[in-house]
């Protein structure tokens, strides 16, 4: 198959370097003795074609297990980070933060909090209002308030509250201002809720659905707290600096959902990292296999380059032949070996992360894959560097007369 599919392919890459003005000769020479010697043009780029198809899998593979990781953390939590206070020096310092994108107060009002998991026991907290056109300014999902196989609307209460961590959701009841036995003589509402981790302690946060006109909450910023979002090439030690910073402010920090993202793109980072370096010896020694099957074939090819030469070809241009031929089999294993690459990086990542509910979608990094291309070609272009000199110093008296 290699023999029969490299050689045509390279054939065809030179017709069309042969159409780039000042290739159309070289291009055409180039396809041509592609096809003319099937079997070194096979072996040469399926060398090539190895190292490519390995980097690729593996640079692709991390880009989509981490996006996939990254999709699955914010259904699970899609508040980055939280504040339990709101004010002015909160919003100056979330502006100047490098890695904060966007951020959000969220008004709160006091509150009395009943539930069965709390033993029976009131607890004085608050209430937090997340307007839907707010929320989703910070929220990496949609679907923050919203049970996605019911479609059923819940809110969100501090885990502090529930006792029980094997509780998934509890029926609260919220009370404005107070309980009866402190003087309140509002009703309470009742509504169902769901522990979520970034919501600051003795919180509940109601949707915008659970929240009817006549009641009488009385929102302000002052009692809210403040959502974030961080970028998504935030580092630990950008998290780490954002909380210390926030420390400052604020009582209560939670930076759950941006560290536990952060930690797991460093150690895809870094698995990568050491495989790359690991894969990189590979595509070294698949370059070194260029420039000697080039460096053989100026042995056979003397008559040819001062046939050449005798017709009027420069020595620039027999040069540049050779080094032609290396870039189209360079093109012809990055192009195979990319799209080898991206299908192994998507069966691969499908099968390690087989879980229900997890969609895979590949992930293609232009700009990781754009250094490869260019490395790739750059080598070998290099490789090329001494065969092509080589070749196009025979001179053609000494190589027409050449055994």
């Known amino acids: 198959m290699g023999r029969f599919l490299v050689p045509r392919a390279v054939a065809l890459l030179g017709q069309l370097a042969s159409r780039v003005p000042g290739l159309?000769?070289?291009?055409?020479?180039?396809?041509?003795?592609a096809r003319a010697m099937p079997g070194r043009t096979a072996v040469t780029t399926s060398a090539l074609l190895i190292g490519?198809?390995?980097?690729?899998?593996?640079?692709?593979?991390?880009?989509?297990?981490?996006?996939?990781?990254?999709?699955?953390?914010?259904?699970?939590?899609?508040?980055?980070?939280?504040?339990?206070?709101?004010?002015?020096?909160?919003?100056?310092?979330?502006e100047d933060s490098s890695i904060v994108e966007r951020h959000q107060v969220l008004p709160g009002a006091e509150a009395s909090i009943d539930a069965a998991e709390l033993d029976g026991?009131?607890?004085?907290?608050?209430?937090v209002f997340a307007e839907d056109s707010v929320i989703s300014e910070v929220a990496?999902?949609?679907?923050?308030?919203?049970?996605?196989?019911?479609?059923?609307?819940?809110?969100?209460?501090a885990t502090d509250l529930i006792q029980d961590r094997m509780v998934e959701s509890a029926e609260v009841t919220l009370t404005p201002g107070g309980n009866a036995a402190n003087g309140s003589s509002e009703a309470g509402t009742t509504v169902r809720a769901v522990p979520a981790s970034w919501v600051p302690a003795d919180t509940v946060v109601l949707p915008e659905a659970?929240?009817?006109?006549?009641?009488?909450?009385?929102?302000?910023?002052s009692a809210g707290i403040t959502v974030m979002r961080t970028a998504e090439s935030a580092s630990m030690g950008d998290i780490n600096r954002l909380g210390s910073e926030a420390e400052a402010f604020a009582g209560e920090v939670s930076l759950d959902a941006a560290t536990e993202r952060a930690v797991y793109a460093?150690?895809?980072?870094?698995?990568?990292?050491?495989?790359?370096?690991?894969?990189?010896?590979?595509?070294?020694v698949s370059v070194v296999g260029v420039s000697n099957t080039l460096a053989l074939s100026v042995l056979e090819r003397r008559r040819e380059a001062a046939l050449l030469r005798a017709m009027g070809m420069t020595r620039g241009s027999v040069g540049a032949l050779v080094t032609l031929e290396a870039l189209l089999m360079a093109g012809v294993a990055l192009v195979l070996g990319s799209g080898l690459?991206?299908?192994?990086?998507?069966g691969g990542v499908s099968s390690l992360v087989a879980a229900e509910g997890i969609t895979m979608t590949l992930s293609v990094p232009w700009d990781r894959m754009g250094l490869i291309w260019a490395a790739t070609l750059v080598a070998a272009a290099l490789a090329s560097f001494l065969p092509a000199r080589a070749l196009s110093r025979t001179p053609p008296a000494a190589g027409l007369s050449a055994q």
């Open 140 to 157: 990496r999902s949609e679907s923050v308030f919203q049970d996605q196989n019911s479609g059923e609307t819940f809110a969100l209460i």
């Open 341 to 346: 690459g991206a299908f192994f990086a998507w």
């Open 24 to 33: 159309k000769v070289p291009g055409r020479l180039a396809g041509q003795n």
């Open 52 to 94: 490519v198809t390995l980097v690729s899998t593996m640079t692709m593979g991390a880009m989509t297990a981490q996006h996939s990781l990254s999709e699955e953390l914010a259904e699970r939590n899609p508040i980055d980070a939280s504040l339990d206070v709101a004010s002015e020096s909160v919003e100056q310092m979330a």
């Open 266 to 284: 460093q150690v895809i980072d870094t698995v990568l990292v050491i495989v790359l370096v690991l894969l990189a010896a590979s595509v070294l």
């Open 210 to 221: 659970m929240v009817e006109a006549g009641e009488s909450w009385a929102f302000e910023d």
């Open 121 to 127: 026991n009131s607890v004085e907290g608050r209430v």
